[in-house]
């Protein structure tokens, strides 16, 4: 999943990434966190306080690489007028610029909560290798976010949700994968 | 939702993003997209054409108020090494720095495909009111991107996905989400 400009087949690195995930969660050694992720966390926790007192919300996330912080961040969709600048969202954007990459193979996240819906999916996308968190969706929704509520609306079929979600054009938009398909030079993820 | 620095509590906006959302599925006219629906449609599959020319992935987005397009952007997760850069969450990014806010209501985002999980929590979060889509999740797999596989990840049991998820601190970390509900200055989404 490393950056190339290798002609590749998007497949091939579509079903890599979902290969790369396979199987992680059975080791029983992830339910002993060590002291260093202990460590880790607590300067997440450390992040999201200090997110707060500056005005940001209450959320902090670090990402490690090889036993060192390559990002650490907090929420500051207020303070940046950014929706999607969540602490993970900002830390996984941090960490790949430090690293001049997309993929973030090697790393862990260590998030103060539970990550929502987009921040789960985010982490995904960047490809990090395991993640911990602190806070969980239940007590984000006690201080009345919305992360629950998103996770249900995304489990309800497309007609059922409260946010519209309407199909159009699919017949003329199918070029354009068709177009990406068969594309030689293309940088696939 | 319109940021805001006068006390407020957080529970009181977290309500009105709920709430914000409910029922608006119901209405029928919904369903019958008008001609200027197909007109932002086709500007979004025109962006994703032209990303995939570009070297980009092959996903377009346009968002609109009033009537009028205020952001428009491709999926560049590869050309700016950014893994969250996907073509909605670009969009709302430059929608956002355009009208200085941090809150999309009143607009309606078009996309050249259905919003993975990360993008659909992204749309949520801005408040858009509205979604239509071209290609879906399956097109999407069709050319082997990992929407569906995320996607179903989401619906699992934190111990039964293939990516770890692992608790750790929740005591230690709840003392932040005490400081925000308490905190009578701060800027509740």
């Given at each position: 999943m490393a950056a190339s400009t290798a002609p590749t087949a998007a497949g091939a690195n579509a079903?890599?990434?979902?290969?790369?995930?396979n199987n992680k969660n059975m080791s029983s050694e992830l339910n002993?966190?060590?002291?260093?992720?202990?460590?880790?966390?607590n300067e997440a926790i450390r992040l999201a306080d200090e997110s707060v007192e500056r005005g940001g919300g209450p959320f902090g996330a670090v990402i490690v690489k090889d036993g060192a912080?390559?990002?650490?961040?907090?929420?500051?969709?207020t303070l940046d007028n950014d929706p999607t600048?969540?602490?993970?969202?900002?830390?996984?954007?941090?960490?790949?610029?430090?690293?001049?990459?997309?993929?973030?193979?090697?790393?862990?996240?260590?998030?103060?909560?539970?990550?929502c819906p987009m921040c789960l999916g985010a982490i995904y996308w960047a490809g990090i290798d395991r993640i911990y968190f602190a806070n969980t969706r239940e007590d984000a929704a006690a201080v009345n976010f919305a992360d629950g509520f998103i996770y249900n609306e995304l489990e309800r079929p497309l007609n059922q949700r409260s946010l519209p979600i309407i199909p159009l054009?699919?017949?003329?938009?199918?070029?354009?994968?068709?177009?990406?398909?068969?594309?030689?030079?293309k940088t696939a993820y």
């Open positions: 079903v890599n990434l979902e290969q790369s995930f002993n966190p060590t002291q260093q992720d202990v460590h880790f966390m912080i390559i990002a650490g961040s907090s929420n500051s969709v600048a969540h602490a993970e969202v900002n830390a996984i954007r941090q960490a790949c610029r430090n690293l001049n990459t997309f993929c973030l193979k090697g790393c862990v996240i260590y998030t103060s909560c539970e990550p054009l699919r017949d003329e938009a199918l070029h354009t994968f068709r177009y990406w398909a068969e594309k030689t030079d």
